[in-house]
């Protein structure tokens, strides 16, 4: 989330678009009701289900499922087809007046540098016109055609009302009404949040969904400030939290990167990472990037991460693919490259696409090991389950280890909220039985593998010889010990370079904010854009004084958020040129003509003069992009791809099968079904009920009385078709697999015309599997298909295609 | 939005009411009391409710309950019915609005009104198996329960459910125990959207009053408040945004009121019923006293002798 | 008696609507020490509390834990109820049903309790110590990065890679943890390393 | 006290074609000083007081939970919840003692000619004055009045006491059902229990009759006087079958 829960009580419209906030996030919906009761807020649901959120909006379109950018840029086209853009802010805060390079182009569904052999595209056209003074050029007139205002323009004019209407299915009347809405945001004094979840994300374009509504907030004027924002729902209590500490493949914690087998040595690693400002005098804040590298060598290697070793650059390993994602890893065990496989509070078995596919992966490994509080299929996927999971132990060779851990209630320490406030919790009970905490579990794993080192030599055993390991207890390190690690401290004294008889860090002591961490060694951090959450005066993500000054829903003092406690993102946007807040009532930030102050921490120098600095310091253009550059694979503007699995073809490209860069492994493209198959005619999504959490609660039995059996959901018209009664079993397949499923039937879900064609959409909901105090049931991802998205490889479980019919119920049922 | 209510005490103070507090009790004559306790209410507001089912969720929990887990039957709603250990439910209705041809989607938390007037107080035979407190709280007194399910039939919402095991009946306490001490019931304290507020029963029209002007403002020209007069009024109330058809919302009663059978049962029945007993046992003694006893005279057994012995076998 | 509540000072600048509700008001005038027969003694009376966070999804709500006996004194902490923290800015005390119905998931049947391992063929898990275990896997770690460690591409460039162990990280752990399970994995080289951000 | 057997007995003989409806198995006249005349076989009076005492336990825990005032009758039964789960097994064992009553007698019980007569002049039946009363068979319209009425009554008691039986039957009716049926079922108590009370009265009013139910047998002198038809019908037509013992 750019803005916090909290905040979202101050918006004026709320926008639930690829996400269902009320049935996923119910605490945080309350701050909509919040907004809706006291500011007469308006909320539209977009969703090709009548869901919860839907229930209590003021306004519902229907919307077939992987179709949103069609239906984003073309509230974009309407936006600017009737003028309804917040200019001010367009021009001074986005890159709409940058100039870009004469290469580019748009064509046919793809833009230039297509390599169909690679799926990938050469990205090099993509980018501003650099003048002679090294700086971007820019036309702020707006007249230049090449400006990324015309470049757009000319981009979203395909995506007319009727074009939604083709692609999306939303009828035209109900699409302007909301672009009606939509557009009213465009004064600055109107705010629209958007607040989407996996709704989004799990497509095969699932970054560029964002991307469209973040280019529609934009266009409105509404990043930075209350009320608005792109607010991203996280679905895990601290999937925030870990995607901060870089615990992927391909990260650094705090959003650094391993390097690439490219990048041989430290210079060629820091050249691409210099990130020079693209306009004068701009702060481009990744400049610090060395500094917050070099602290968390130091962090990881202590005294071993020396200038000599290019502090221990060496020592992280270098990725020769993009990313060993998921995706990658069962891909990688399915043929056979893969010997162990940890899986800590994680249930893969379920939560990944194919679950036939996954069970294979599982069972070509030497060693599992599982590391969870409760029961998972995972740890148990040798055993038979006759039609659940139908395996034969025998037959499987894979060794399973399965460690019993602790949970929230029994450990104490910090979760990552969406809002990214880190939140210090403490343990209230006994462990049952000899269940361990996971840091018990891994300082263990590490110390006897170190020993092992020590005693036998080995591989390139330095690294695990010299990791930083000074805790009271060796075994198990405490939160407090590990907290204080992540946030930083002084390794050596740091003197005034005006005064060396004063210390501007004193050796040992915890660092304060991150402005303070050094690249020449004198600091460590693990995290630095943790650093501030324990610091000298304790620990500030403990924090509990709930004061809000102003009642803005800042909560400043209550608990710490990262960066520097700032509680909405970009919040110098929230001012006009002049350090004016858009909305006087809403004031969140002001430049008092020598500072910057108010109710939040400055996203931007205190001092920053508001003419000379843009507000989008993460960038070194300054502002917000409205076109991406080369960051993101599969193009710089969104532009509608059908899923992989999709019951119409593409309308823009016919030609083009899902995203064209995509990655899709060899086996998995031959258990796609094809296009407008009828073999499998219907739309399928897979989601979430607000009864379970994942796979989790399956295993608790209140929730497993409140929705107790797998389903599926159809509309009545489908079922009238299909012969399928309300509460009777249906039997659902895809190219995949299948399942038995109780069937609800129900108003909630309408057949969709999408260019002249009837698509009926089965809904499936992903609780159920064959451990837990629920009734047996199947998992969605039987049924999924096994690719992810172009820039992150999000699986694309919320559209693809199946068909049903009218069956028994299982056997033993 | 509405305060929250604070964290609960681990050191409560004292109850604070009792049975001091009693306006009535099944079966039973009670004092009333010297000074009545200030009327509380809970509030649902349906146009509020995303039927989560944590007030379900909550309510199982805080009263220590062991629902049984079910089936999907093709509803939303589960259990699919209230029962001893579901002292509240989520009904979800398909409602297309035949005015805007609009589908709303109609969830009512669904458990007992705690009426003015109880149903189930009037119908129980058990001396103090049902109580009302002078704030409005109806509450069950299962030491006293005796399983006859005559409350049952009392009330006129169809709220409670006998157990199976201990055969007492059960209901929603309002939490009674929470708001002893000071708290709101544990379904308000979790209600995600603060759909259900509690406070005084004043309070909580006002704050009726509050969210129906933002439907009205919304379209919804018959939103309105549920507190039903024809059971005295209820300290369970809704905020309708179809005020006008209650029964729209899972069948909840457009004009709810003790069934006239129950009445009758209740009332004529029994002082009729007494009365006629008493009659009859009257009547004999009367007559006896006039009429003597009818006895058989020896003229009578000179007959039958004659009879039975002029006809030997 | 006085029942006015203490308010947080998040209530006191609540402005919507109401000038905020008086349980005080609710009526209970004097103290009534008679217990009333249908009262259930207030279950939550001489438990411990303890500050802790929902650990579902990333609302975060604040809860509170109640037990008997306290971890604090260094006693055997049993949760007897979850309910959540009035005092908590996002949630005000709310909870959704999973977190209304969180004592189930801590007291969940199907909670591990001792270590288990699964032999090769074998058709039920039996238990293993601790220390069984985690020799098991630093031996199977060590055999298998010694084996497939790689050092140099085949360019020569210094890769120091494993990618024939992977490991999965949980979303749901503290950032502690997480940092923790950063170090151990990472000094390793492993580069199969993943989280649940996607799914 | 036993009868004396030394007494020669009048027996009804097998002539099945003349047997009048009124004249059941084992009632007999036994000649003598005094005439003895059985009335109620052993089986009969113990189907008599089966049903007698299950018709006072249900009256008296039916009452209990009638009215409050009454409340404290469940503590005969072991308390409230033991007179609510009592109640209604009673009600069974009631019911089918009932049916073999029922059968036994209902046959004596069809309506007579002379019958309306009878009732015409109630209030000489009241006064006692038997002498201006039309001869009546084994029983009289009063006792045949009791004799149905309690017939429908029970009938109604038992179904409407299945439709309340909530801890069996809870799922088969509607709640509109059961409040019918419990409004049916009190009316139709209160009903039978002042029936009761008339026949238990007509037991003590008319002197000699106790001993019918408990010994079996009434002086020769209370059939002349009360059931002289079925007195005569004894001793001149043969009976229709052998009695049971």
């Known amino acids: 989330?750019?803005?916090?829960?909290?905040?979202?009580?101050?918006?004026?419209?709320?926008?639930?678009?690829?996400?269902?906030?009320?049935?996923?996030?119910?605490?945080?919906?309350?701050?909509?009701?919040?907004?809706?009761?006291?500011?007469?807020?308006?909320?539209?649901?977009?969703?090709?289900?009548?869901?919860?959120?839907?229930?209590?909006?003021?306004?519902?379109?229907?919307?077939?499922?992987?179709?949103?950018?069609?239906?984003?840029?073309?509230?974009?086209?309407?936006?600017?087809?009737?003028?309804?853009?917040?200019?001010?802010?367009?021009?001074?805060?986005?890159?709409?007046?940058?100039?870009?390079?004469?290469?580019?182009?748009?064509?046919?569904?793809?833009?230039?540098?297509?390599?169909?052999?690679?799926?990938?595209?050469?990205?090099?056209?993509?980018?501003?016109?650099?003048?002679?003074?090294?700086?971007?050029?820019?036309?702020?007139?707006?007249?230049?055609?090449?400006?990324?205002?015309?470049?757009?323009?000319?981009?979203?004019?395909?995506?007319?009302?009727?074009?939604?209407?083709?692609?999306?299915?939303?009828?035209?009347?109900?699409?302007?009404?909301?672009?009606?809405?939509?557009?009213?945001?465009?004064?600055?004094?109107?705010?629209?949040?958007?607040?989407?979840?996996?709704?989004?994300?799990?497509?095969?374009?699932?970054?560029?969904?964002?991307?469209?509504?973040?280019?529609?907030?934009?266009?409105?004027?509404?990043?930075?400030?209350?009320?608005?924002?792109?607010?991203?729902?996280?679905?895990?209590?601290?999937?925030?939290?870990?995607?901060?500490?870089?615990?992927?493949?391909?990260?650094?914690?705090?959003?650094?990167?391993?390097?690439?087998?490219?990048?041989?040595?430290?210079?060629t690693y820091m050249s691409t990472r210099g990130f020079k400002p693209l306009r004068p005098n701009q702060m481009s804040y990744w400049q610090n990037y060395r500094k917050f590298f070099v602290s968390f060598q130091k962090a990881m290697w202590g005294a071993a991460a020396t200038p000599a070793n290019d502090y221990a650059y060496q020592w992280l390993p270098k990725l020769d693919v993009p990313s060993y994602d998921v995706l990658r890893a069962f891909e990688l065990m399915h043929q056979g490259k893969m010997n162990v496989y940890f899986c800590q509070g994680f249930n893969p078995l379920q939560a990944f696409p194919n679950k036939a596919k996954l069970a294979e992966s599982l069972a070509r490994l030497k060693l599992l090991v599982i590391m969870d509080p409760l029961e998972t299929e995972t740890a148990r996927f040798w055993e038979n389950h006759g039609i659940y999971n139908a395996a034969d132990p025998a037959a499987i060779q894979t060794e399973v280890i399965q460690l019993p851990t602790t949970c929230f209630a029994e450990d104490e320490g910090s979760?990552?909220?969406?809002?990214?406030?880190?939140?210090?919790?403490?343990?209230?009970?006994?462990?049952?039985?000899?269940?361990?905490?996971?840091?018990?579990?891994?300082?263990?794993?590490?110390?006897?593998?170190?020993?092992?080192?020590?005693?036998?030599?080995?591989?390139?055993?330095?690294?695990?010889?010299?990791?930083?390991?000074?805790?009271?207890?060796?075994?198990?390190?405490?939160?407090?010990?590990?907290?204080?690690?992540?946030?930083?401290?002084?390794?050596?004294?740091?003197?005034?370079?005006?005064?060396?008889?004063?210390?501007?860090?004193?050796?040992?002591?915890?660092?304060?904010?991150?402005?303070?961490?050094?690249?020449?060694?004198?600091?460590?951090?693990?995290?630095?854009?943790?650093?501030?959450?324990?610091?000298?005066?304790?620990?500030?993500?403990?924090?509990?004084?709930?004061?809000?000054?102003?009642?803005?829903?800042?909560?400043?003092?209550?608990?710490?958020?990262?960066?520097?406690?700032?509680?909405?993102?970009?919040?110098?946007?929230?001012?006009?040129?002049?350090?004016?807040?858009?909305?006087?009532?809403?004031?969140?930030?002001?430049?008092?003509?020598?500072?910057?102050?108010?109710?939040?921490?400055?996203?931007?120098?205190?001092?920053?003069?508001?003419?000379?600095v843009g507000p989008f310091i993460m960038n070194p253009e300054g502002v917000s992009r409205l076109f991406t550059r080369g960051m993101m694979r599969d193009g710089p503007f969104p532009a509608h791809y059908e899923p992989f699995e999709s019951p119409v073809v593409n309308v823009i490209a016919p030609k083009i099968k899902g995203n064209p860069v995509a990655r899709v492994f060899k086996d998995d493209l031959a258990q796609f079904a094809e296009t407008a198959s009828p073999e499998f005619p219907y739309a399928a999504t897979s989601y979430r009920l607000t009864e379970h959490f994942h796979y989790w609660t399956k295993n608790n039995h209140v929730n497993s009385v409140l929705q107790p059996e797998f389903f599926v959901e159809i509309s009545e018209e489908l079922a009238k078709e299909k012969g399928i009664a309300n509460g009777g079993w249906s039997r659902v397949w895809s190219k995949r697999g299948s399942v038995l499923a109780k069937t609800v039937v129900t108003k909630r879900i309408r057949p969709l015309v999408c260019d002249g064609k009837t698509v009926h959409i089965v809904g499936i909901p992903i609780h159920w599997g064959f451990i837990g105090a629920a009734r047996k049931g199947f998992g969605a991802n039987v049924l999924t298909p096994y690719v992810g998205d172009a820039n992150i490889e999000t699986p694309e479980f919320k559209a693809f295609l199946v068909n049903i019919e009218a069956s028994a119920g299982p056997a033993s049922a | 939005m509405f305060p929250a209510i604070p964290n609960p005490p681990v050191t409560p103070p004292a109850p604070k009411f009792g049975e001091a507090d009693l306006v009535r009790r099944s079966a039973s004559e009670v004092t009333p009391p010297a000074t009545r306790l200030t009327e509380v209410a809970k509030l649902i507001d349906v146009s509020k409710c995303i039927g989560c089912k944590a007030c379900q969720a909550a309510c199982i929990e805080w009263n220590n309950l062991h629902e049984e887990i079910g089936y999907n039957t093709g509803f939303y709603t589960n259990p699919p019915d209230l029962t001893e250990n579901s002292f509240t439910l989520m009904r979800f209705t398909e409602w297309v609005n035949p005015e805007t041809d609009n589908l709303e989607w109609l969830i009512r938390k669904d458990g007992c009104m705690h009426c003015a007037d109880p149903g189930c107080l009037k119908a129980c035979p058990s001396p103090g198996a049902i109580v009302q407190y002078s704030n409005g709280i109806v509450d069950f007194v299962h030491e006293n329960c005796i399983g006859c399910g005559y409350c049952i039939k009392g009330c006129p919402f169809n709220i409670p459910r006998i157990s199976k095991v201990d055969h007492t009946a059960y209901k929603c306490t309002l939490c009674s125990d929470r708001v002893a001490v000071g708290q709101g019931p544990a379904c308000q304290k979790a209600c995600p959207t603060q759909a259900i507020v509690f406070g005084t029963k004043d309070e909580m029209k006002d704050w009726a009053d509050?969210?129906?002007?933002?439907?009205?403002?919304?379209?919804?020209?018959?939103?309105?408040?549920?507190?039903?007069?024809?059971?005295?009024?209820?300290?369970?109330?809704?905020?309708?945004?179809?005020?006008?058809?209650?029964?729209?919302?899972?069948?909840?009663?457009?004009?709810?009121?003790?069934?006239?059978?129950?009445?009758?049962?209740?009332?004529?029945?029994?002082?009729?019923?007494?009365?006629?007993?008493?009659?009859?046992?009257?009547?004999?003694?009367?007559?006896?006293l006039i009429a003597g006893p009818n006895r058989v005279s020896p003229e009578d057994e000179a007959e039958a002798e004659k009879l039975a012995g002029g006809k030997p076998t | 008696m006085n029942m006015e509540l203490s308010r947080r000072a998040f209530l006191r600048t609540a402005g919507a609507g109401l000038a905020g509700t008086t349980l005080g008001a609710m009526g209970f005038g004097e103290v009534e020490q008679a217990m009333a027969a249908a009262i259930r003694p207030f279950k939550l009376a001489n438990t411990t509390e303890t500050r802790n966070t929902c650990t579902y999804c990333s609302v975060a709500c604040g809860i509170i834990i109640y037990s008997k006996g306290d971890l604090r004194k260094g006693e055997r902490a049993d949760i007897t109820h979850i309910e959540g923290d009035s005092d908590h800015p996002t949630n005000r005390g709310t909870l959704c049903p999973k977190g209304a119905a969180l004592l189930d998931i801590v007291h969940a049947k199907t909670r591990l309790t001792r270590p288990m391992l699964r032999k090769a063929g074998a058709a039920s898990f039996e238990p293993i110590s601790w220390d069984e275990a985690f020799d098991k896997i630093a031996r199977a770690m060590k055999d298998d990065r010694d084996a497939n460690f790689v050092a140099t591409n085949k360019d020569g460039v210094t890769v120091n890679r494993w990618t024939t162990t992977g490991f999965l990280a949980a979303s749901a752990t503290t950032n502690e943890t997480a940092w923790c399970t950063y170090k151990v994995v990472r000094s390793t080289g492993m580069l199969v390393f993943d989280n649940q951000a996607r799914v | 006290m036993s009868r004396d057997r030394t007494r020669p007995i009048i027996m009804p003989n097998a002539v099945p074609a003349a047997v009048p409806a009124d004249v059941e198995p084992g009632d007999a006249v036994h000649p003598g000083k005094p005439v003895t005349v059985d009335r109620y076989s052993g089986a009969a009076r113990i189907n008599h007081w089966i049903t007698a005492v299950s018709l006072v336990l249900l009256a008296l825990s039916g009452m209990a939970l009638f009215t409050p005032k009454l409340f404290f009758l469940t503590g005969l039964f072991g308390g409230g919840q033991w007179t609510r789960a009592i109640h209604p097994w009673i009600g069974v064992v009631l019911f089918f003692s009932f049916m073999g009553l029922f059968f036994r007698f209902w046959r004596a019980n069809l309506p007579a000619r002379e019958d309306g007569v009878w009732v015409a002049r109630i209030s000489d039946v009241l006064g006692g004055h038997e002498e201006r009363l039309p001869e009546v068979g084994k029983y009289n319209a009063g006792q045949k009045a009791v004799f149905w009425s309690m017939s429908a009554l029970i009938l109604l008691l038992i179904t409407s006491g299945i439709v309340m039986w909530d801890q069996y039957f809870y799922s088969f009716t509607t709640i509109e059902q059961k409040r019918v049926a419990i409004l049916a079922h009190s009316i139709a108590a209160v009903v039978a229990i002042c029936v009761w009370i008339v026949h238990v009265y007509a037991a003590i009013w008319v002197r000699g009759t106790l001993s019918a139910m408990t010994r079996g047998h009434v002086t020769g002198g209370w059939a002349w006087r009360h059931h002289r038809k079925w007195l005569r019908e004894l001793v001149q037509k043969p009976g229709r079958r052998t009695p049971a013992e």
């Open chain 1, 1 to 267: 989330m750019t803005n916090a829960w909290t905040d979202i009580k101050n918006t004026d419209l709320v926008v639930i678009m690829g996400g269902n906030a009320a049935e996923a996030h119910p605490c945080g919906f309350k701050w909509v009701t919040e907004a809706k009761a006291n500011r007469g807020a308006k909320l539209i649901v977009v969703d090709p289900r009548y869901t919860r959120s839907a229930a209590v909006s003021d306004y519902y379109a229907p919307i077939r499922q992987g179709s949103d950018i069609a239906f984003l840029l073309g509230v974009i086209n309407y936006c600017i087809q009737n003028d309804k853009v917040q200019w001010d802010y367009v021009k001074a805060f986005t890159n709409a007046a940058y100039v870009v390079k004469d290469g580019f182009a748009y064509q046919d569904g793809l833009f230039t540098g297509y390599d169909e052999v690679k799926r990938d595209y050469n990205r090099s056209s993509w980018d501003y016109v650099i003048g002679e003074d090294g700086y971007a050029v820019v036309d702020e007139t707006l007249q230049n055609p090449r400006c990324v205002w015309n470049l757009l323009k000319q981009h979203v004019s395909v995506y007319t009302p009727e074009m939604v209407n083709r692609i999306c299915g939303t009828p035209k009347d109900k699409f302007l009404k909301i672009c009606e809405m939509i557009a009213e945001c465009s004064s600055p004094t109107r705010t629209m949040t958007s607040m989407y979840a996996l709704g989004w994300t799990q497509h095969s374009k699932g970054a560029q969904n964002i991307r469209a509504m973040a280019m529609v907030q934009l266009i409105l004027g509404n990043i930075g400030v209350r009320g608005g924002g792109m607010n991203a729902l996280r679905g895990h209590s601290n999937i925030q939290g870990l995607t901060d500490l870089g615990l992927m493949s391909n990260l650094i914690p705090g959003y650094l990167t391993i390097p690439t087998e490219k990048e041989a040595d430290f210079p």
């Open chain 1, 415 to 612: 979760l990552v909220n969406s809002g990214r406030w880190l939140q210090w919790h403490w343990p209230a009970g006994s462990p049952p039985g000899e269940a361990r905490t996971d840091s018990f579990i891994l300082a263990n794993i590490h110390l006897r593998l170190k020993e092992l080192y020590r005693k036998e030599g080995g591989a390139f055993p330095d690294p695990i010889l010299n990791l930083t390991w000074n805790y009271a207890n060796p075994e198990e390190p405490t939160a407090d010990e590990l907290a204080k690690e992540m946030n930083g401290y002084v390794v050596s004294d740091v003197l005034d370079p005006n005064d060396p008889t004063k210390k501007v860090l004193e050796a040992g002591k915890q660092l304060a904010t991150f402005g303070a961490l050094r690249d020449d060694g004198s600091t460590a951090a693990g995290c630095w854009i943790f650093t501030g959450c324990y610091t000298e005066a304790g620990n500030m993500m403990a924090r509990r004084d709930n004061s809000d000054p102003g009642d803005t829903g800042t909560y400043l003092k209550w608990s710490f958020a990262w960066p520097a406690n700032r509680r909405i993102l970009y919040n110098r946007a929230s001012c006009d040129l002049d350090g004016k807040p858009w909305d006087p009532s809403r004031k969140l930030i002001e430049w008092d003509g020598t500072k910057w102050s108010g109710y939040d921490v400055p996203d931007i120098a205190p001092t920053a003069k508001p003419r000379d």
């Open chain 2, 210 to 288: 509050f969210r129906i002007k933002d439907l009205k403002s919304r379209g919804y020209d018959n939103a309105g408040l549920y507190d039903p007069q024809g059971v005295g009024g209820t300290h369970v109330m809704y905020v309708l945004q179809h005020a006008d058809k209650p029964s729209l919302y899972a069948g909840l009663p457009d004009n709810p009121r003790i069934s006239p059978l129950v009445e009758t049962w209740k009332g004529v029945t029994k002082y009729v019923g007494l009365a006629a007993m008493g009659f009859a046992v009257a009547a004999g003694f009367v007559h006896h």
